[in-house]
């Protein structure tokens, strides 16, 4: 499928009955028939009480799976050493695993398919939840940005404490968790897993020349700063297929300080490196994020945007995903028109679980609040969200889409 640039701006609609919409189904790689594109981005909710997950997070995660649908699981710390939010999930102990295995179950049970967001931050992290209060690790020594501000157990914000950098010697044992993680992810049933190497966490700080500062064979060229993502996406997959391994990037964004003097290059180069492997997908999020939320819609964004998809679009080989401040009319187009494959959701599927069910049928979406996002509430602003209940018993477009109609719970 060839893909394109795809503006925010205001989209003409795009009609149910082409070939490739929003909606229709779609073959992600040999072994996942989706029945839809909507998939539910990888959401940091700081519900995960210990850094495990709990009877909540099963029904998050129920409430929002489709037959046929794929959910990306909120980000996982592959190490104690890569937790950098509070109460923030894990996959690297059997309770983690045993916890995981229960969500994942009842995601299968309602026909969903569900990947596990593997996760370590580097230096996005503070002392406090570092093992024995050591100091974060990354490629730097170099501490984020005092304008950037990090969220503490008990609520408050704080400054990132300035991290440790990793010696040569260290990398491969982190590079070992991450094919420790994947295999433990398999163990819980997921169906495969994605490594999070964006938005300015562990794998980003070893890619972009603005944080990555080293003189070894991990730094300096394109080359080398690549070379730790590539050893993580080469262990994942002989751990678990590359069918089963996909990969967030985010190249242009600079979230939490994360820079690169010449980011198209950096996109191409990567890029290169991952077409080797038969990945699932590549996920790739909008050059509009920034610790404000959304950009306006800038015409230097704009021409970002482009430029990097237009590299994508002529060479990448695999499937891609997008994310990034998507409605339904936008998505629709990027899909209609060869610019993604699929759309991944955070906010508008936080407070919709029915969000594709609401898309068929062109329902009123629910507000989200954004002061309930990371409070530690099992239930608040996390499953009490609405279901979408037709005003009339018979409503046509509702009975139309049997396969999309979440189970519809009392609060």
């Known amino acids: 499928m060839g893909r394109g640039g795809i503006s925010h701006q205001a ?77 923030s999930p894990g996959i690297f102990n059997e309770e983690q695993v045993k916890a995981w295995k229960n969500v994942v179950d009842a ?10 967001q593997l996760w370590h931050v580097g230096r996005a992290s503070h002392t406090v939840y570092q093992p024995n209060g050591e100091a974060p690790v990354s490629s730097t020594t170099e501490a984020i940005s005092e304008e950037w501000k990090i969220l503490m157990p008990g609520g408050s914000k704080a400054t990132y404490s300035p991290p440790r950098a990793l010696s040569t010697s260290e990398i491969g044992a982190v590079v070992g968790e991450f094919g420790k993680a994947a295999r433990n992810a398999m163990q819980a049933g997921f169906d495969g897993v994605e490594i999070h190497a964006a938005h300015g966490y562990l794998i980003d700080q070893f890619l972009k020349n603005g944080v990555n500062d080293r003189l070894d064979g991990y730094g300096g060229s394109l080359h080398n700063r690549c070379r730790f993502a590539m050893e993580v996406v ?8 590359a069918e089963r391994t996909a990969i967030r990037i985010s190249p242009i964004i600079d979230h939490m300080g994360a820079t690169d003097s010449d980011p198209l290059s950096l996109t191409s180069h990567l890029i290169g490196l991952l077409n080797s492997y038969p990945l699932a997908y590549l996920h790739m999020t909008e050059p509009r994020f920034t610790r404000e939320g959304l950009k306006e819609a800038a015409e230097e964004c704009e021409r970002s945007a482009a430029a990097m998809w237009k590299i994508v679009k002529e060479e990448y080989r695999g499937r891609v995903m997008k994310s990034g401040g998507y409605n339904r009319e936008s998505a629709m187009a990027a899909v209609s028109s060869g610019g993604a494959d699929m759309i991944s959701f955070g906010r508008l599927f936080i407070s919709n679980p029915d969000l594709p069910l609401r898309f068929a049928i062109e329902a009123k979406l629910a507000k989200y609040d954004r002061s309930t996002f990371y409070t530690h509430d099992q239930v608040v602003g996390y499953t009490d969200y609405p279901f979408y209940i037709p005003s009339s018993p018979r409503n046509s477009k509702f009975d139309q889409h049997l396969d999309l109609r979440a189970e519809v719970e009392s609060a």
């Open 107 to 116: 995601v299968h049970a309602k026909g969903g398919i569900i990947f596990c």
């Open 11 to 87: 989209q003409a609609e795009v009609p149910l009955h082409t070939t490739s919409h929003l909606l229709s189904p779609f073959q992600m790689g040999p072994l996942f028939k989706l029945s839809h594109r909507v998939v539910l981005a990888p959401v940091t909710r700081c519900r995960a009480i210990n850094n495990s997950p709990q009877a909540s997070h099963v029904k998050f995660y129920s409430q929002r799976a489709t037959k046929g649908g794929l959910l990306i699981s909120e980000a996982n710390a592959v190490s104690p050493q890569a937790i950098g939010f509070p109460h």
């Open 234 to 241: 080469e262990r994942v997959v002989m751990e678990i297929g």
